[in-house]
């Protein structure tokens, strides 16, 4: 959200440190108008190609030999509680901002939440709403989760305690959690990152061009499924303000450099859907709307179980990787 404050950034060319932080040299080049990519997009589009895709109806029997995956994103404490509103299939994905502002209580319900999932393997990251996910946040600008947030030590640090835990990610027991790493299910790579273009000072924000860049250049070559909280430039970014959100360094990375089948990210609740590219399939998850109503039903996909692989394996992934 915040369409005010990305509409005045953008006018302005972005922040003067998103400027000065832009001489990184990464795996693939920075587009000359990074800091406006509703502006970028204007230009790169003549050359892209965007597809409307309909998804597969979630009620599509699931076969052996494929891996029917369930995708999640932006359920912001409002799912919990609804009857069937998770279709069945083998891999749960959420793609980040499972609460409002990341306090043990919403992380702890939206846990046992997963727990009473039946999906054999379950990944989850963070979005920029999971405040107290953003190791950053919490151990150097504490000051602004309060003032900004009303993130009290009541309501964070006390709780944590209750709790018997040291921080918010601990009391993710029911997923496997990613944050600029990956996991392999049955042969299939899958990587999940957190962050994305500055958006009001929320979570795992950071300045488009190089900052943004330098996170995109860890994701691994043989990705097959790419986890973001935000969208690409192009695909499941445009915003209700008119303006498009979305990373150009992202898609670029994407298109030339990681290929991978699959992106699955949300940020952009009004932007829920899926796109291709003719290389890559886009979905935008956002289970929320653009006011918060949890009307947009989870997307799922099936992707062919890879060769000397079988579903069988799926027995075995990690219930969560907390002593890692
Ligand atoms: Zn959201």
Redesign the pocket.
Known sequence: ?HHLKAFFSELSGGTGASQASSSYEGKVPIHELSHVPTKAWEKMKVKQTVKDVDPIDPATPISEDHIRFVCL??T?SRVEKLEGFVPPGDVLLHT??FTQIGLPKAVEEFDRFLGEQPHRAKIVIA???DLTFDMNLVENRRGHLQSQFGIQRSKFEDILEELKVKSSRELLKNCYYLEDSGVSVCGVNIFGSPWQPEFGDWGFNLPRGGPCLEKWDKIPDDTDILLT?GPPIGHGDWCFSGLRAGCVELLTTIQTRVKPKFHIF????EAYGVTSDDQTTFINA?N?TLR?KPLQLPIVFDYPVPDGHSKSELDNFPKNNLSQ
């Open positions: 959200m994103s932006d912001h980040g901002d979005g920029n709403h909280h949300g940020h952009i609740h956002s929320c918060y």
